[in-house]
Nanobody, 124 residues
Framework: QVQLVESGGGSVQTGGSLRLSCVVS????????VGWFRQTPDKEREFVSA????????HYADFVKGRATISKDISKNTANLQMHSLKPEDSATYYC?????????????????WGQGTQVTVSS
């Protein structure tokens, strides 16, 4: 059984930074691609960023390009999403997800395992 646990969410002011972390346990982490998605109560879950199994490929949604960096630390079974210059519209519950072969990596349906989410609130 694969388990994902996110941490690092919180409340910040506009322009602030947060580092979200996702610890993956249960299978060999080095073989997993990891994605980050976010969701608010009134919107569908949307893609934020993804990293390939070996960390060689990264992808970002247009709304976070230049403001976020995704990384993997295989030795710690952890994937991180560093975000800066946060805006109120970034407020959402952020979820990490893992997949062996996610395809494009942009669609939530490509990921088999999900964390419970961590809340990010950005105040103006």
């Amino acid at each position: 059984q694969v388990q994902l646990v996110e941490s690092g969410g919180g409340s910040v002011q506009t322009g602030g930074s947060l580092r979200l972390s996702c610890v993956v346990s249960g299978r060999t982490f080095g073989t997993w691609a990891v994605g980050w998605f976010r969701q608010t109560p009134d919107k569908e879950r949307e893609f934020v960023s993804a990293i390939s199994w070996n960390g060689g490929g990264t992808h970002y949604a247009d709304f976070v390009k230049g403001r976020a960096t995704i990384s993997k630390d295989i030795s710690k079974n952890t994937a991180n999403l560093q975000m800066h210059s946060l805006k109120p519209e970034d407020s959402a519950t952020y979820y990490c997800a893992a997949a062996l072969n996610p395809g494009t990596g942009y669609r939530a349906t490509e990921y088999a395992y999900w964390g419970q989410g961590t809340q990010v609130t950005v105040s103006s």
